[in-house]
């Protein structure tokens, strides 16, 4: 009975994969060792995930599975890489313990998120010069609650939530060097960077395409431009053990930006590959032969086989089952009846001892309690008189030039200020496009007080995150 209750491996699953409007899907089905693909289809989006009732998104996805006669109910779904936030912490040499913590710290600070609001994954992984690096993957727990609704509402029932360009390029071992990873979507290029058996960098290329009518043409120098900037912000270690460009894709758009980014990579030792479909050892099961890769194929394959990526954003559930046996296991049942006396008389004790330590605390708080309200009393009065300025306006100077910078209609907000000694002055916040916060440093440096105006960071999309700073003196030059 035991044996029959053990979750057996699905013979079939259904890929999903979402992006920008679109629905790319893939039907598998494992039969003596190999995987079969029965079905793919692509099917337009009418309506958007995020901003459309789910119940509507999900009538429309099952319109577009009956469309293509699919009856597969569990599925393996491609989250939109547009959803992911990405930050990277160097960490210093701790305990695993403190190590959690600090990264937790780390992703408070550095998400506009509530820790509760997004579900993070986190890969760990060792420069070639030795130092230890984590990045951390977030998605809005908002975003996947709606896709969840909107996948019930389809009548699908998800295994797995992920990043389709994660499930294309899949963990390179940690000697097989740096790996940059490019995936065409419909608006837009994925890009990973895979080093050292981790993740360097995950981002979207905005930009890759200029639409003339109902043809798409690829802005190679845009994307080639793109990976240079991404490069850049690589410690100089990890860029040196890039080796290889892989281009996810089996359409001309795939091979055209294959062909022509080997002119422009291939010169500084990186080779340019185009993965048009599957290797014959690529899942450690067959496929069919000149499979075309797809993310949807490459989610539902790996787990179907069992392999892992460590980026998992389906919010874990706990079923009734496991919910009765934890609580109800045989071996309980069995002491339950014989120690519930003894569970009564424990209980009735430890109220007792209770109430004799509550009569004794109340009489020691009458005696206390006048001259605790006195103490609190003056305690009001200090907080309420008591300078919360220092001796100069230098604060109020920087924060009031901070205030008249930033636009009215909230475009750019800020999250944190530091003032650090001696007058250096950090700014964290978010912005809907980078015009505005360009606009809001040219207002600073407009300033005589302020110089040395630069930006330390930007990443995200809509809201993108920003990091800027600058030094705040009592006059003279400051940046054109």
């Given at each position: 009975m035991m044996n029959l209750l053990k979750k057996q491996p699905a013979s079939s699953l259904l890929g999903l994969a979402f992006d920008a409007g679109r629905l790319e899907g893939v039907v598998l089905r494992r039969t003596n060792g190999s995987l079969e693909v029965q079905k793919t289809f692509s099917a337009p989006l009418s309506i958007d995930l995020l901003t459309h009732d789910p119940e509507l998104v999900g009538r429309e996805i099952l319109n577009h599975l009956e469309a293509e006669g699919i009856r597969e109910r569990r599925c393996a779904v491609c989250v939109p890489l547009s959803w992911a936030l990405t930050l990277q912490t160097k960490l210093p040499e701790l305990s695993e313990a403190d190590l959690s913590s600090l990264l937790q710290l780390e992703a408070e600070r550095g998400f506009h998120y509530g820790a509760d609001a997004l579900l993070i994954a986190t890969s760990r992984y060792r420069s070639p010069g030795g130092d230890?690096?984590?990045?951390?993957?977030?998605?809005?727990?908002?975003?996947?609650?709606?896709?969840e609704q909107a996948l019930k509402a389809a009548r699908l029932k998800p295994v797995t939530f992920s990043l389709g360009i994660i499930a294309l390029q899949g963990n390179e071992p940690e000697t097989s060097g740096g790996v940059i990873a490019l995936a065409l979507g419909e608006n837009s290029v994925g890009l990973q960077i895979s080093c050292a058996g981790g993740l360097a960098a995950l981002r979207t290329l905005e930009g890759a395409f200029e639409t003339e009518?109902?043809?798409?043409?690829l802005q190679?120098?845009?994307?080639?431009?793109e990976?240079?900037?991404?490069?850049?912000?690589?410690?100089?270690?990890?860029?040196?053990?890039?080796?290889?460009?892989?281009?996810?894709?089996?359409d001309d758009l795939s091979r055209q930006l294959a062909e022509e980014m080997r002119s422009r990579m291939e010169p500084a030792g990186i080779q340019v590959e185009w993965v048009r479909s599957y290797p014959a050892n690529e899942f450690q099961v067959k496929l069919p032969t000149d499979t075309v890769v797809s993310p949807a194929l490459s989610l539902a394959a790996r787990h179907m086989v069992g392999q892992s990526q460590g980026f998992e954003f389906l919010p874990p559930k706990i079923s009734l089952w496991k919910q009765f046996s934890g609580r109800y296991s045989s071996k309980k049942l069995v002491y339950a009846g014989a120690t519930a006396g003894s569970v009564v008389l424990v209980v009735v004790l430890a109220f007792l001892v209770q109430q004799i330590q509550?009569?004794?605390?109340?009489?020691?708080?009458?005696?206390?309690?006048?001259?605790?309200?006195?103490?609190?009393?003056?305690?009001?009065?200090?907080q309420?008189?008591?300078?919360?300025?220092?001796?100069?306006?230098?604060?109020?100077?920087?924060?009031?030039?901070?205030?008249?910078?930033?636009?009215?209609?909230?475009?750019?907000?800020?999250?944190t200020?530091?003032?650090?000694?001696?007058?250096?002055?950090?700014?964290?916040?978010?912005?809907r496009d980078r015009p505005a916060l360009l606009k809001a440093l040219d207002h600073l440096r407009s300033v005589n007080q302020i110089d040395s105006v630069k930006i330390d960071r930007v990443s995200g999309k809509s809201p993108m995150q920003f990091t800027f700073s600058f030094h705040w003196g009592e006059g003279g030059s400051h940046e054109n």
């Amino acid at each position: 009975m035991m044996n029959l209750l053990k979750k057996q491996p699905a013979s079939s699953l259904l890929g999903l994969a979402f992006d920008a409007g679109r629905l790319e899907g893939v039907v598998l089905r494992r039969t003596n060792g190999s995987l079969e693909v029965q079905k793919t289809f692509s099917a337009p989006l009418s309506i958007d995930l995020l901003t459309h009732d789910p119940e509507l998104v999900g009538r429309e996805i099952l319109n577009h599975l009956e469309a293509e006669g699919i009856r597969e109910r569990r599925c393996a779904v491609c989250v939109p890489l547009s959803w992911a936030l990405t930050l990277q912490t160097k960490l210093p040499e701790l305990s695993e313990a403190d190590l959690s913590s600090l990264l937790q710290l780390e992703a408070e600070r550095g998400f506009h998120y509530g820790a509760d609001a997004l579900l993070i994954a986190t890969s760990r992984y060792r420069s070639p010069g030795g130092d230890a690096y984590a990045m951390q993957l977030a998605i809005p727990r908002d975003h996947l609650t709606r896709l969840e609704q909107a996948l019930k509402a389809a009548r699908l029932k998800p295994v797995t939530f992920s990043l389709g360009i994660i499930a294309l390029q899949g963990n390179e071992p940690e000697t097989s060097g740096g790996v940059i990873a490019l995936a065409l979507g419909e608006n837009s290029v994925g890009l990973q960077i895979s080093c050292a058996g981790g993740l360097a960098a995950l981002r979207t290329l905005e930009g890759a395409f200029e639409t003339e009518g109902s043809a798409k043409r690829l802005q190679t120098d845009q994307v080639a431009r793109e990976i240079r900037i991404t490069l850049g912000q690589l410690p100089p270690d990890e860029r040196a053990a890039l080796r290889r460009l892989r281009i996810f894709g089996g359409d001309d758009l795939s091979r055209q930006l294959a062909e022509e980014m080997r002119s422009r990579m291939e010169p500084a030792g990186i080779q340019v590959e185009w993965v048009r479909s599957y290797p014959a050892n690529e899942f450690q099961v067959k496929l069919p032969t000149d499979t075309v890769v797809s993310p949807a194929l490459s989610l539902a394959a790996r787990h179907m086989v069992g392999q892992s990526q460590g980026f998992e954003f389906l919010p874990p559930k706990i079923s009734l089952w496991k919910q009765f046996s934890g609580r109800y296991s045989s071996k309980k049942l069995v002491y339950a009846g014989a120690t519930a006396g003894s569970v009564v008389l424990v209980v009735v004790l430890a109220f007792l001892v209770q109430q004799i330590q509550l009569m004794s605390l109340n009489s020691q708080w009458h005696k206390m309690e006048p001259k605790v309200k006195e103490l609190n009393d003056l305690q009001a009065q200090i907080q309420k008189y008591r300078p919360w300025f220092g001796g100069s306006l230098r604060c109020l100077n920087i924060m009031r030039e901070l205030t008249q910078a930033f636009p009215e209609d909230g475009s750019v907000t800020a999250k944190t200020i530091e003032i650090r000694d001696p007058s250096i002055v950090t700014c964290s916040g978010t912005t809907r496009d980078r015009p505005a916060l360009l606009k809001a440093l040219d207002h600073l440096r407009s300033v005589n007080q302020i110089d040395s105006v630069k930006i330390d960071r930007v990443s995200g999309k809509s809201p993108m995150q920003f990091t800027f700073s600058f030094h705040w003196g009592e006059g003279g030059s400051h940046e054109n």
